[in-house]
Nanobody
């Protein structure tokens, strides 16, 4: 089992940047593919980004590609989401997930979630 704690959320103006962090403990961090998902009020949870075990391969939702960057530091057991050129549409609760998998053509989360952290982008 992996325990996850997110940090770094908050309020930012459109066009600005924010970096989320997700600290993991409880298992060997480097054995887990890591991902970020988000959910806006009244909307379905959606995939944002995934990073491979060694951090050499990344995947992004079309809506964030070119603006967001997922990275990891296995020595610190931490995964990051750097968010640039933020839009109002990025406003959501962001969740870190340990061990997402590709199922039926889309990224599906495992049961190992962080509590979520609010990101609000103002116009």
């Amino acid at each position: 089992q992996v325990q996850l704690v997110e940090s770094g959320g908050g309020l930012v103006q459109a066009g600005g940047s924010l970096r989320l962090s997700c600290a993991a403990s409880g298992r060997t961090f480097s054995d887990y593919r890591m991902g970020w998902f988000r959910q806006a009020p009244g909307k379905e949870r959606e995939f944002v980004a995934v990073i491979s075990l060694a951090g050499t391969i990344t995947y992004y939702a079309d809506s964030v590609k070119g603006r967001f960057t997922i990275s990891r530091d296995n020595a610190k057991n931490t995964v990051y989401l750097q968010m640039n050129s933020l839009k109002v549409e990025d406003t959501a609760v962001y969740y870190c997930n340990a061990g997402p998998t590709r199922v039926a053509g889309t990224w599906s989360p495992s049961a190992s979630w962080g509590q979520g952290i609010q990101v609000t982008v103002s116009s």
